[in-house]
């Protein structure tokens, strides 16, 4: 990108070549017949041919004979991974951008130089701002040397060659002090140093194996970018969706979305969203505006039609959108989320609307067998004037004694549920369409588990937002292993429970329960504020951890005692420094 060399860049420029022989020494001494291969015929690069990036970029990126630019064309990346690196040489390079221009090239690597949908899937949870324990970390060396600073799937949303990939480990080394320690030893929080040692062959140090991993599990080409590259187009969205989203603690809403494109765009669009509470009937009313990159990943921003309240969960919030879109375009899912820890979020599936009957969700997540006259509603579409009970179909030993009503977008059966029914998820049927794993059969509840089963909390003021946490009692019945916390433990949906904190004893005279918070009737805790406190033993700030505990008010254990689950919560200091991309959807 074009922009005046000023003095810091230089000295980064200058680490950086010295970072190289560091990590080169790092490599084993011998070198397998692979890798010289690689060394002697360079991989072949994604040309850039948008005239824009070419003449903004251009100047510092190198271009060759082949079209390719320096770094730029062996890399991909998701729209968030563009979009920071965009930022990296504004704050780095001293690049000069205006918004339209800033836009567009974000639009064309994002989309030419982005992830096939199948790549970006399975580390959407990065860009939705979801908390998840990775499992897509093979050992404690590759843990060590990358997530110290970040999750897992940040490098995974890129796709590099592996010069390139040994480049951006360079990088690290020059731009950050921490960076070196982590790829010579690899230590990671709760890694002891014999593990990794014991795990690294002669003559490799973790970064060695977190490069080889990454060449492996990210490469550059990949069989699925060049499948989707050849067949991606421009997305067909405009139209009519169905959309369902479950809130927690506020649970499931139905409704439709109206998809519009912007003019003289073909990846742009504005939506208008209405939602209603199977709860309570209460509805959401937002407008927005996204752009799908790459065909599908949805990236927007939405807000209520009404002002927001000054509630911090209130649900007519300025929202980011985070969608994958199928490759076919009739289905997405993601999440729409806010706060300033991304903490508050709906999870969004849709569909395109048809004019074929179709089940869209119900307002019952569980029956327990030998139930009688339950009463089940139907959230549906283009339902027709006449319908019977036998149109409905709840599966083996649930029978549907009668429609009580209906109207085209919903039915209300009465259902019975035998005995001798089969515990386990089921699907419901009207005629030609299924809502799979729509609800569950069980016949006890063998316990509660607490969501999230670990949690951080932030402490805040005026100055410093707080980062709150809704928590949900969720009940289980255990599976045929007759274990719980298995796989095929059947999940019954939201238990009525009284919530309370305990105190998690780590010292003695531990008293964190009295200063960290406090835990409302509907599980949501609201942290304290931060600061020294007076009231505490040496003024100390109100961080601390404590347990929250559900008590199942109607389910008992075989000894006729109130069922219970915790969740272990660190009520911690504000992020003062916080690495978002928010910028992505506008």
């Not at 994604?46 to 003449?55: G, Q």
């Not at 989309?111 to 580390?123: F, I, Y």
């Not at 010579?184 to 977190?210: K, M, N, Q, T």
């Not at 006259?373 to 179909?393: F, G, H, K, M, Y």
Request: glycine residues 8%.
């Amino acid at each position: 990108m074009r922009s005046k060399m000023p003095g810091n860049f230089v000295k980064i420029l200058l680490a950086s070549f010295v970072a190289l022989p560091l990590l080169a020494q790092s490599q084993t001494p011998q070198a397998t017949p692979s890798a010289d291969a690689a060394k002697a015929v360079p991989e072949e690069g994604i040309p850039v041919t948008n005239e824009l990036v070419i003449s903004r970029c251009g100047s510092c990126h190198a271009k060759d004979e082949h079209g390719n630019l320096r770094r730029i064309s062996w890399e991909r990346a998701t729209p968030e991974g563009w979009e920071e690196a965009i930022k990296r040489m504004g704050r780095q390079q001293g690049v000069r951008l205006t918004p339209d221009e800033a836009h567009s090239i974000l639009k064309y690597l994002a989309t030419d130089h982005g992830l096939a949908p199948e790549e970006a899937k399975p580390v959407m949870y990065y860009a939705e701002r979801r908390v998840q324990d990775e499992t897509n970390i093979p050992n404690d060396n590759v843990r060590g040397a990358c997530t110290n600073c970040h999750a897992m799937a940040r490098p995974l949303s890129w796709r590099r060659s592996p010069e390139d990939w040994k480049l951006l480990a360079n990088t690290h080394v020059a731009l950050y002090q921490a960076a070196e320690e982590s790829f010579r030893r690899g230590l990671s929080f709760g890694v002891g140093l014999d593990r990794i040692s014991e795990a690294v062959p002669d003559g490799v140090r973790p970064v060695d194996e977190a490069l080889a991993y990454l060449g492996k599990t990210a490469p550059l080409h990949t069989p699925e970018w060049a499948a989707w590259h050849s067949r991606m187009h421009a997305p067909k969205l405009s139209g009519q969706w169905i959309v369902s989203a479950y809130i927690p603690g506020r649970g499931r809403f139905y409704g439709s979305m109206d998809v519009e494109a912007n003019n003289g765009t073909d990846d742009e669009f504005t939506t208008k969203v209405k939602l209603t509470s199977v709860r309570d009937g209460s509805t959401i009313s937002r407008t927005g505006h996204n752009v799908v990159y790459a065909g599908y990943a949805w990236r927007g921003r939405s807000k209520g039609t009404l002002p927001a309240h000054p509630a911090p969960d209130d649900l007519a919030s300025d929202m980011r959108e985070v969608m994958w879109v199928s490759p076919d375009q009739s289905t997405a899912e993601g999440r729409w989320f806010w706060g300033q820890y991304q903490e508050f979020g709906f999870d969004v599936k849709m569909q395109r609307a048809s004019a074929n009957p179709t089940l869209i969700g119900v307002d019952r997540t569980s029956l327990k067998t030998g139930s009688q006259t339950n009463r089940v509603r139907l959230i549906a579409e283009s339902l027709p004037e006449q319908l019977a009970p036998a149109d409905l179909d709840f599966g083996a030993g649930v029978k549907v004694k009668r429609v009580v009503s209906h109207t085209p977008t919903e039915i209300v059966a009465e259902v019975d549920v035998a005995a001798t029914a089969v515990p386990g998820k089921r699907d419901i049927a009207f005629r030609h369409s299924v809502l799979q794993s729509a609800f569950a059969v069980y016949d006890r509840v063998d316990y509660i588990k607490v969501t999230p089963d670990s949690a951080l909390s932030r402490l805040g003021s005026e100055h410093h937002p707080k980062g709150y946490l809704q928590f949900e009692a969720i009940g289980y019945q255990r599976g045929m292993d007759g274990k719980i916390n298995t796989a095929d433990d059947v999940e019954l949906g939201p238990v009525d429970v009284k919530w309370s904190v305990e105190e998690f004893y780590s010292v003695d005279n531990d008293d964190d329960r009295e200063f960290v918070g406090s835990l409302g009737e509907t599980g949501f805790f609201t942290p304290a504020s931060d600061g020294p406190n007076p009231q505490r033993k040496f003024s100390r700030n109100n961080y601390g951890d404590v347990w929250v505990v559900a008590t199942a008010k109607n389910e008992k254990d075989k000894d006729g005692k109130p069922l219970t689950g915790k969740s272990y919560l660190v009520v911690t200091v504000p992020a003062y420094m916080q690495w978002d991309q928010p910028e992505v959807g506008q």
